[in-house]
């Protein structure tokens, strides 16, 4: 566990974290561009997610909706994860000792794993159902389980920013 430290206080120490602690102005663009990036990737995972609930664009089979919207979903998480990281070794240390932040990271990783399930299982026979206005039982459970995990993480981003004890 001391190597993880270690690491941690060199991205902590280092130059960039510095700049983005003490500028007035950099921590709030990263987290503006941070929080625009979030709201793409939630916004596009729910448009899949309330499809595959039969709830919204029915009329579109999955596979087209999911090739239309993944490379948006897939992009903007990448800006989500290095914005993130930058405000995440600004304040390393505070960031790792704040509960929401850790429930944070760990429900990101269920929802990985959400959407891991779903292809490997739920999706094997998607050409045989993704053109039905509800899909079946498990694709609509892996649609419900998306949104409930993206809900908490934007939640416990949120109660990041309320309950950090930044000296």
Same mark, same amino acid.
């Given at each position: @566990?001391?190597?993880?430290? /270690?690491?941690?206080?060199?991205?902590?120490?280092?130059?960039?974290?510095?700049?983005?602690?003490?500028?007035?102005?950099?921590?709030?663009?990263?987290?503006? =561009?941070? =929080?625009?990036?979030?709201?793409?990737?939630?916004?596009?995972?729910?448009?899949? /997610?309330?499809?595959?609930?039969?709830?919204?664009? =029915?009329?579109?089979?999955?596979?087209?909706?999911?090739?239309?919207?993944?490379? &948006?979903?897939? %992009?903007?998480?990448? &800006?989500?994860?290095?914005? %993130?990281?930058?405000?995440?070794?600004?304040?390393?240390?505070?960031?790792?000792?704040?509960?929401?932040? /850790?429930?944070?990271?760990?429900?990101?990783?269920?929802?990985?794993?959400? @959407?891991?399930?779903?292809?490997?299982?739920?999706?094997?026979?998607?050409?045989?159902?993704?053109?039905?206005?509800?899909?079946?039982?498990?694709?609509?459970?892996?649609?419900? $389980?998306?949104?409930?995990?993206?809900?908490?993480? &934007?939640?416990? %981003?949120?109660?990041?920013?309320?309950?950090?004890? =930044? $000296?």
């Amino acid at each position: @566990m001391s190597q993880f430290s /270690d690491l941690v206080g060199v991205f902590e120490e280092s130059g960039v974290a510095a700049a983005i602690r003490e500028n007035d102005t950099l921590f709030p663009f990263i987290e503006s =561009v941070h =929080v625009i990036a979030i709201c793409l990737v939630v916004g596009t995972i729910f448009a899949l /997610d309330l499809r595959l609930l039969g709830l919204a664009s =029915v009329g579109r089979p999955v596979s087209r909706l999911a090739s239309a919207i993944l490379p &948006v979903t897939w %992009g903007a998480f990448a &800006v989500a994860a290095a914005s %993130g990281f930058l405000l995440f070794i600004s304040n390393a240390t505070k960031y790792l000792a704040n509960g929401y932040f /850790d429930a944070k990271i760990i429900l990101i990783c269920a929802a990985g794993l959400n @959407m891991i399930i779903f292809h490997a299982i739920s999706a094997k026979d998607l050409p045989q159902w993704e053109t039905q206005a509800v899909p079946p039982l498990r694709a609509r459970l892996a649609g419900l $389980l998306s949104i409930l995990l993206w809900i908490t993480v &934007v939640a416990c %981003g949120r109660w990041i920013g309320f309950t950090m004890q =930044v $000296l």
